[in-house]
Nanobody
Framework: VQLEESGGGLVQDGDSLRLTCAAS????????IGWFRQAPGKEREFVAA????????QYADSAKGRFTIFRDGIQNTVWLQLNSLKPEDTAVYYC??????????WGQGTQVTVSS
């Protein structure tokens, strides 16, 4: 599966963004889909994800109440809505897909920069 993220940008403290992850090659229903992010000088960290078959969602503590992951199975697209953004949310955001064999795939990332 090929993943392509978009929707990042430069925003101010408190603003919102919607990130898009579009898949090609396979249907998202065969994968567990998630969003991760990596800030400069830091490890890549988990943000939010759907479980297998999209039944449940999980969020990092830093994302709870502000970010929402949602999907459209027909369009094979997953979005990450980012609300009440803070400067510490500045990072490259990556979409990740993992199949039941444990094989993982990453997109190229989209930059989110939040100014104070």
């Amino acid at each position: 599966v090929q993943l392509e993220e978009s929707g990042g940008g430069l925003v101010q403290d408190g603003d919102s963004l919607r990130l898009t992850c579009a898949a090609s090659g396979r249907t998202f229903s065969d994968y567990a889909i998630g969003w991760f992010r990596q800030a400069p000088g830091k490890e890549r960290e988990f943000v939010a994800a759907f479980s297998w078959k999209g039944g449940d969602t999980q969020y990092a503590d830093s994302a709870k109440g502000r970010f929402t992951i949602f999907r459209d199975g027909i369009q094979n697209t997953v979005w990450l809505q980012l609300n009440s953004l803070k400067p510490e949310d500045t990072a490259v955001y990556y979409c990740h897909a993992k199949n039941q064999l444990g094989e993982g795939y990453w997109g190229q990332g989209t930059q989110v920069t939040v100014s104070s």
